[in-house]
Each structure stands twice: as structure tokens, then as C-alpha cells.
């Protein structure tokens, strides 16, 4: 079992930055790739990026490639989404997900094993 606690969101202006973090927990050997989903209010859920955790390789889809930028620290098992030029179409619930198997898409959210709770993060204009 892996546990995920993703924290760092709130309320910022346009323009604005903001960092959040995935911390996990437990089996975290069998961690193959972490990644962020959102859902905005009345929205799908949307792939944010995705690292995958020996090699640091990332992905992002076009909303979002050069704006934000996901990394992680290995020692302290924490994955981190530096979110800057933040538009008020990124207000969405930011969720972290851990994905164990190398076979699976790592841009599907069915793919994924484990999920932290979320955090809201709110643009506003």
C-alpha cells in the first residue's frame, strides 16, 4: 500500500504561483510514476503531469507544458507541482496519484493505484 497526502493549494490572483506537494508513504518502492489530475468545477478530469520517479522523466499535455513543472525529491519520497502564470482555468481540485506498473498509460486516471485527497487551488481574475 502506498499513502499519498497532496497539500499546498489556495486562493491566488492571476498571474500568480503557487507549489504543491505529494508526500508518500508505505510502499514506495513500488512507485513506477507519480502524477497530478484536476477536476475543475464542471469539468472532466484532466492529466496535469507525470514523472516518473528513477528516471525524473516528465510529462505534461499542452494546457499546462511550460507553466507548470513537476519534480521530485527521491530522499524524502515528495513530489512537487510548481504552478506559475496561473490562469483562472486552472481553478480546479489538484489531486496526486502514484501509479506501480509499467505497462498501464500514464495518462489515463484509471491507471493509477493510489490517490491523495486533493487540494483546491483557486484563480481568480
Known amino acids: 500500500q502506498v499513502q499519498l497526502e497532496d497539500s499546498g493549494g489556495g486562493l491566488v490572483q492571476a498571474g500568480g504561483s503557487l507549489r504543491l506537494s505529494c508526500a508518500a508513504s508505505?510502499?514506495?518502492?513500488?512507485?513506477?510514476?507519480l502524477g497530478w489530475f484536476r477536476q475543475g468545477p464542471g469539468k472532466e478530469h484532466e492529466f496535469v503531469a507525470t514523472i516518473r520517479w528513477s528516471t525524473g522523466s516528465t510529462l505534461y499535455p499542452d494546457s499546462v507544458r511550460g507553466r507548470f513543472t513537476i519534480s521530485r525529491d527521491s530522499a524524502e519520497n515528495t513530489a512537487y507541482l510548481q504552478m506559475n502564470s496561473l490562469k483562472p482555468e486552472d481553478t480546479a481540485v489538484y489531486s496526486c496519484?502514484?501509479?506501480?506498473?509499467?505497462?498501464?498509460?500514464?495518462?489515463?486516471?484509471?491507471?493509477?493505484?493510489?490517490w491523495g485527497q486533493g487540494t483546491q487551488v483557486s484563480v481568480s481574475s
Open positions: 496519484a502514484a501509479l506501480t506498473s509499467s505497462t498501464r498509460s500514464v495518462y489515463l486516471r484509471s491507471s493509477y493505484d493510489y
Open positions: 508505505g510502499r514506495t518502492s513500488s512507485i513506477y510514476a
